[in-house]
């Protein structure tokens, strides 16, 4: 089993940037690939970056690629995404998810262990 716990979420105007995280506990963190995905109101939950074991490859939705990036610490058993130019469109819960497997995955019923989710709010 893996424990995953996110946060740093929260209000932010337009333009603005925030930095998530979630911390994993259980299992060896590093041999999971991990996953940011989110859900706005009304909307599928959609697939936003994920990062391979080792931190070497990631892979990001066309609509996040060049604001956010995505990074682990495998010694702090963390991963991260960082958030720049941030748009109210990027509204949503914030999920952080583990997958077994090495390789970046962008499809949801991959992973095996999803977080409680944080809540990032873009006001114009």
């Known amino acids: 089993q893996v424990q995953l716990v996110e946060s740093g979420g929260g209000l932010v105007q337009a333009g603005g940037s925030l930095r998530l995280s979630c911390a994993a506990s259980g299992r060896t963190f590093s041999s999971y690939t991990m996953g940011w995905f989110r859900q706005a109101p009304g909307k599928e939950r959609e697939f936003v970056a994920s990062i391979n074991t080792s931190g070497g490859s990631t892979y990001y939705a066309d609509s996040v690629k060049g604001r956010f990036t995505i990074s682990r610490d495998n010694a702090k058993s963390t991963v991260y995404l960082q958030m720049n130019s941030l748009k109210p469109e990027d509204t949503a819960v914030y999920y952080c998810?583990?997958?077994?497997?090495?390789?970046?995955?962008?499809?949801?019923?991959?992973?095996?262990?999803w977080g409680q989710g944080t809540q990032v709010t873009v006001s114009s």
């Open positions: 998810a583990a997958a077994n497997g090495a390789f970046t995955m962008a499809v949801a019923r991959f992973y095996d262990y």
